[in-house]
């Protein structure tokens, strides 16, 4: 390993070159830890849910206890009327989880550290709560943007106010997590340059550090995932039921 | 597949009894933290959305650099509504 902090998060091609109509599709190391992360959820819910028993065993409870965890986020936040968008927040909790924690892995690759898969991710959210909020209430979503109980005279003033706390809602899911991931990172390296340069006397306080700051890293990419789709069910149920 | 009656209502004892626990304790810290994860980014998130419609409404009308000073303001504004909404959320969960 190169002693920049910053080596980690470079994205450099594996195997051939894909050019499809001048856009390059070809595969990295980034696509390679997507396809990790999604074959082990597959492989993991696969195997949970195997051999449906009453008392369940450990890998069937784990799969019960993610399941159940994200049913209740959802019916908390965005009501019974979100159930049937529940396969949807499900994936895109379980991906960003198991993307942040892979990336925990030495030698690994952070995908979510990058701000154009969270981009993606939270546009994609964005765009699609946007069709729903249309799809269920007609124009009527536009009083989202008109809070009841304001006078005349600040209405136009709160109305561009609330434009732009909505159009910021996708900068701030993306940013949030992207942005957690990888200053997270690029300290564990920091600390872990420390090690080395201080040599054997000196290097044993960066080590401890570098040893709570894993932890720290572990509870923040569980914590990011679960701000991820709570905010998701949060825009959904704005979009769900119309009302503040 | 049959599940015993004994079984039924002892799975619904423990079902109600994790419920309390959990809506008591760490569930709620959790969110929370994730709350206060949040706060931070949901400021900066606004005023930068709204500095940038104010760098495009700017260009488009040509009144360099008023837009963009209102705009930066209605961001900051918005952020604080954001973050107002956030902590009200988080009381009411309380």
Redesign the interface.
């Known amino acids: 390993m190169a002693n920049n902090p910053m080596q980690q998060f470079i994205v450099h091609k594996i195997g051939p070159e894909i050019k499809i109509a001048g856009i390059d599709l070809s595969f990295t190391n980034a696509s390679l830890f997507m396809v990790i992360s999604t074959s082990i959820i597959l492989l993991f819910l696969f195997f949970g849910t195997k051999e ?1 028993k ?1 008392i369940p065993d450990k890998i069937q409870l784990v799969a019960e206890m993610f399941y159940s965890f994200v049913a209740k986020m959802i019916n908390d936040t965005a009501g019974s009327k979100a159930k049937p968008y529940f396969p949807f927040i499900f994936s895109l909790f379980m991906f960003v989880l198991f993307c942040n924690m892979i990336g925990m892995l030495p030698y690994s690759f952070t995908v979510t550290s990058h701000i154009i898969v969270t981009l993606i991710l939270a546009l994609f959210i964005f765009i699609a709560v946007t069709i729903i909020g249309f799809a269920k209430h007609g124009f009527k979503y536009l009083s989202i943007f008109v809070p009841s109980g304001v006078p005349a005279v600040l209405l136009p ?1 709160i109305t ?3 434009i ?2 909505y ?2 809602r996708p ?2 899911l993306s ?2 997590l992207f ?2 991931m990888m200053a997270g990172h690029t300290m564990l390296k920091v600390f872990g340059g420390f090690v080395i340069s201080l040599g054997i006397l000196g290097g044993w306080l960066p080590l401890g550090f570098s040893v709570a700051l894993t932890g720290l890293e572990i509870l ?1 990419a569980f ?2 995932a ?2 991820f789709a ?2 998701t069910c ?1 825009y959904l149920n704005d979009a769900l039921n119309l009302h503040h | 597949m049959t599940i015993p009656e004994d079984f039924k209502t002892r799975l619904k004892i423990a079902k109600s009894k994790i419920e309390k626990e959990v809506q008591s304790d760490s569930e709620k810290r959790g969110s929370f933290m994730g709350s206060a994860f949040k706060l931070g980014t949901e400021l900066v998130a606004s005023v930068a959305v709204g500095t940038i419609i104010g760098f495009i409404l700017d260009t488009w009308f040509d009144t360099k650099p008023w837009l963009i000073i209102i705009f930066f303001f209605l961001g900051a504004a918005a952020g604080m509504l954001n973050v107002i909404r956030t902590a009200n959320r988080m009381q009411k969960k309380e």
Do not use: D
């Open positions: 449906k009453i003033l561009i106010i609330e732009i706390s159009l910021s900068v701030s940013v949030r942005a957690n923040v914590l990011q679960y701000v709570i905010l949060i």
